[in-house]
């Protein structure tokens, strides 16, 4: 993308309104345009972000073996009689009438929806097991929509849902989310800590919550300073092998990690003392297992291998994909703007050219330009009649990880300079050995995705 063709309407003062790093950079990255409380524009560069996200989001959940669908904002009152969770949601719910007078409302969560999806169409234990999600707009009338996308209104999540014979297959079900998000997040650059929490209004006993770690968190947090020594790394999964993927379980959880709500001073009194630690984190995904609470009242049930019709054992799983956008530059960002993670970055490399109009750093620049191109990077080149300092600026507040500034000094020596966001160290090399320098920083990243 040339910058002077793109629509990146960046911010010269910082925001009023905005109480946290993440939310004033977001709009003077000219990412986000908030429309009404808690409700957003994704403009082309948080758009793109959001997109990336998305996507290892769906690749990690396929790996795991999930199957994508996707299921409509708006539902029918009706379906949420059944649970009896229209009555018992609050005001949260966003309640709609159509011209019709037929109640329907807004999607907060999807488990009766996907439940209802499941008894029209499955019968057999035969198709179990079967772990259907989808990423889709959500509707929270939150009561106090703040910094930013992180507490929206509406917001983009992934939910996905279980559907299994028995508990002890539920359970695995459980592990396969847990081990395929510790992935996911790590993908993306984040350390998100499984820690034991309250199952709130989707019910059910069994639960973790994944925090990152931040001063501007909502929860409190109280755990074993050991866990934030675990690295998922690119180990081999087998998400049908049951012994690995409860193992991994055991590895991630078994330190001490709460939040307030299920936080118990008695046990965290075990952990000795110089590892206890307690701090801020921000929400972003959550398992659950909650067994027969759905199936039973809506009628999901299956005829089993004897014979007999029995309420399959669910569990639903989310990840709040607009808030890590968020939560991401809150964990990545120093005074000059956001320090994008290679996995999510918006774009991979930016060019800076130094002295648009001379003919010799225009065609370096262009050919730099359409080399990485080529090589599946996504560059932005900025190509504007703009002062070395301004693009600098720019570059630095949209934070890509990798920065190449071409101009004509460097260029009689056949030198381009290539710099790191996160260190601001810079090398200088050939442009040849600049494309090559890039290319093997994005392997891995690359990589992660097959
Ligand atoms: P919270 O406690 O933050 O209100 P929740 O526990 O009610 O969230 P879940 O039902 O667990 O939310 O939804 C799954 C994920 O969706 C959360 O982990 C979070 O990352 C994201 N999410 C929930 N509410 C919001 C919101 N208002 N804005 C943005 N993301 C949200
Ligand atoms: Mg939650």
């Given amino acids: 993308m040339r910058l002077s063709r793109y629509f990146l309407p960046v911010l010269k003062e910082t925001p009023s309104e905005a109480q946290i790093a993440s939310h004033r950079l977001m709009l003077r990255a000219g990412m986000i345009k908030q429309q009404s409380a808690g409700i957003y524009s994704w403009l082309p560069l948080g758009f793109k972000v959001l997109n990336r996200i998305e996507q290892i989001v769906n690749e990690e959940q396929q790996r795991a073996g999930h199957i994508p669908l996707l299921m409509p904002t708006l539902q029918s009152a009706e379906l949420w009689r059944e649970s009896g969770r229209y009555d018992a949601y609050g005001d949260e719910l966003l309640r709609i009438t159509d011209r019709h007078k037929r109640e329907m409302l807004y999607g907060p969560t999807n488990e009766e929806m996907i439940t209802d999806i499941f008894r029209s169409h499955v019968n057999s234990y035969k198709d179990l097991p079967l772990t259907l999600y989808h990423i889709q707009w959500k509707f929270r009338d939150e009561i106090r929509p703040r910094f930013g996308v992180m507490r929206g209104r509406e917001f983009l999540m992934k939910d996905g849902y279980n559907f299994d014979l028995t508990k002890e297959d539920a359970l695995h079900a459980y592990n396969r989310h847990l081990v395929s998000y510790l992935r996911t997040y790590e993908r993306m650059g ?261």
């Fill in 190 to 450: 984040l350390q998100a800590i499984p820690m034991r929490a309250d199952s709130g209004p989707i019910g059910g006993d069994d639960t973790h919550e994944f925090l990152v770690l931040a001063d501007t968190g909502e929860s409190e947090v109280f755990y074993d300073s050991e866990i934030t020594d675990l690295k998922f790394g690119d180990r081999e999964i087998d998400y049908d092998n049951v012994e690995q993927l409860q193992a991994v379980l055991e590895e991630f959880t078994s330190r001490y990690a709460r939040t307030d709500e299920t936080h118990d001073e008695a046990v965290f009194a075990e952990v000795p003392e110089e590892r206890r630690r307690t701090a801020r984190g921000i929400e972003v995904g959550q398992i659950f297992y909650f067994g027969t609470k759905y199936s039973e009242p809506m009628g999901a049930t299956v005829v089993g291998p004897d014979g007999a019709r029995t309420p399959v054992h669910m569990g639903s799983h989310g990840i709040g994909v607009s808030r890590l956008v968020g939560a991401i530059i809150e964990a990545n960002h120093d005074e000059k703007g956001i320090i994008w993670p290679e996995g999510v970055t918006p774009f991979h490399v930016g060019i800076v050219n130094l002295k648009q109009g001379d003919p010799s750093v225009d065609s370096a620049c262009e050919a730099l330009y359409r080399e990485l191109t080529a090589k599946g990077m996504d560059v932005l080149y900025d190509d504007r009649d703009e002062r070395a300092g301004a693009k600098f600026a720019t570059m630095d507040l949209i934070g890509l990880p990798w920065r190449l500034t071409v101009g004509p000094r460097g260029l009689q020596a056949n030198k381009v300079e290539l710099t790191s966001r996160r260190t601001g160290e810079s090398e200088e090399l050939s442009p040849a050995d600049a494309v090559l320098r890039l290319e093997k920083i994005y392997l891995p990243v690359f990589d992660a995705a097959k």
